[in-house]
């Protein structure tokens, strides 16, 4: 089903959605952010638009919890749903975003930001100089206060930041993957000063461990030690509330699986791999012929909770490349959203979901935003271009 997209006309960067209010990376080096139900300001409160864009934008997750569940199963009721869901997702919604419209949290440090998360209560932000941090309080249902200045804590560059339970990987690129652990609430984290393995692009949890890229098409394996502790300490993450348990990692990478390893029954051929990446199910593979392949992580005993092999079954989803031209062709970058993912080009954004592949732009973009881990914007896409906001709707139950 196609999504429904909201466009808004603003000067961002980057940015990111977290506990109702859109945060924006302008391109004069602010930290801004507004209340997403006040990007709809020009629309009436009792227009069916305002409360129809307001509920998909804003509380997604009441379309996705049990009771929505319940809700839905009444036909009567899902019909309705799915006819207003068609009606919207065929209408262009365009927003200007005033500068009045904007608070101003705080200057940045040098630009442009390499990646940029909110975690915990947390900013999070990387760029050439390191990584800044500060604590964040949501005010009432609007406002935002920093709970000091933003400040680096850490001085290798940081080209991505890969948060989940309670620990940050931040690699580094050259300089090499290190770890950062929340020391306890409202108290900035600490980061290790010597790095767990020499290369990182980029990495992404699988379970408990952690897949680390030395390139776009090569990865390692990073096993973890860790033990399971009562809960007594707040939670990071909405992820946690399931688990009784609360993770204490006791060594990073202790053990280290190489690439060939992990899909050496699946029947990849490695050297023809041109972009890999993983989510915390599977791992994706965009092969030198332009397929796109997956095969899900298998555990290593019958009750771990953590992955380390590909299973030997091998899904082709179908191509994602279909030209010649390489500089065009090659993907740039891979964000995840449940039972898929989103895979940029240089001058398109694909959305990949239960294997079915969609077109959301046809544009070259500065920055994807995509929420997995997160209850209320789980089904979100937003993308930044440096002129303007679009962010993308999944219609919920293709996530379910």
């Not at 839905?72 to 997702?89: G, P």
């Not at 680096?152 to 990987?169: A, E, K, Q």
């Not at 791992?283 to 012929?289: D, G, K, P, V, Y």
Request: net charge positive.
């Amino acid at each position: 089903m196609k999504t429904v997209k909201i466009s808004l006309e603003v000067n961002a960067l980057d940015g990111y959605l977290y506990g109702g209010r859109l945060f924006l990376v302008t391109k004069d080096g602010l930290l801004k952010y507004i209340p997403v139900v006040d990007i709809f300001n020009n629309l009436s409160t009792e227009s069916e638009e305002y409360k129809f864009l307001s509920l998909i934008f804003d509380r997604n997750n009441w379309l996705i919890n049990k009771q929505a569940k319940r809700i839905f199963k009444i036909e009567l009721i899902n019909t309705s749903f799915i006819k207003t869901w068609n009606k919207f997702s065929n209408k262009e919604f365009n927003f200007k975003i005033r500068d009045e419209d904007l608070k101003v949290l705080s200057s940045l440090d040098t630009m442009p930001m390499y990646d940029f998360r909110i975690y915990g209560m947390r900013l999070f932000l990387g760029n050439r100089n390191g990584l800044h941090e500060a604590g964040i309080t949501l005010r009432s249902e609007k406002e935002v206060v920093l709970n000091e200045k933003i400040h680096r804590v850490f001085d290798s560059r940081i080209t991505s930041i890969s948060p989940n339970y309670g620990t940050l990987m931040l690699s580094s690129n050259v300089d090499g993957l290190f770890h950062g652990s929340f020391k306890g609430v409202n108290e900035r984290i600490e980061v290790r000063k010597n790095a767990v393995v020499p290369i990182s692009v980029r990495t992404s949890w699988t379970g408990y461990n952690v897949v680390n890229y030395l390139d776009q098409n090569q990865f390692d394996y990073l096993e973890n030690e860790y033990v399971l502790e009562e809960k007594r300490k707040k939670l990071y993450s909405k992820d946690d509330e399931g688990s009784k348990k609360q993770v204490k990692f006791t060594k990073i990478a202790s053990n280290t699986l190489s690439m060939d390893d992990v899909i050496n029954k699946t029947k990849i051929e490695d050297e023809e791999i041109l972009f890999a990446f993983n989510s915390s199910q599977a791992c994706f593979f965009i092969m030198s012929n332009g397929d796109l392949i997956n095969s899900n992580w298998i555990s290593s005993s019958k009750n771990s909770a953590n992955s380390n092999r590909l299973s030997s079954r091998i899904y082709n989803i179908g191509k994602v490349i279909k030209g010649r031209n390489k500089k065009y062709d090659h993907p740039l970058s891979s964000h995840f959203i449940p039972k898929g993912c989103v895979i940029e080009f240089f001058d398109r954004i694909i959305l990949v979901q239960n294997s079915k592949l969609n077109t959301l732009e046809n544009k070259a973009v500065t920055s994807i935003r995509t929420y997995p881990a997160s209850i209320r914007y789980r089904n979100l896409v937003t993308l930044f271009d440096g002129s303007s906001v679009d962010i993308h709707a999944i219609y919920p139950s293709e996530t379910k």
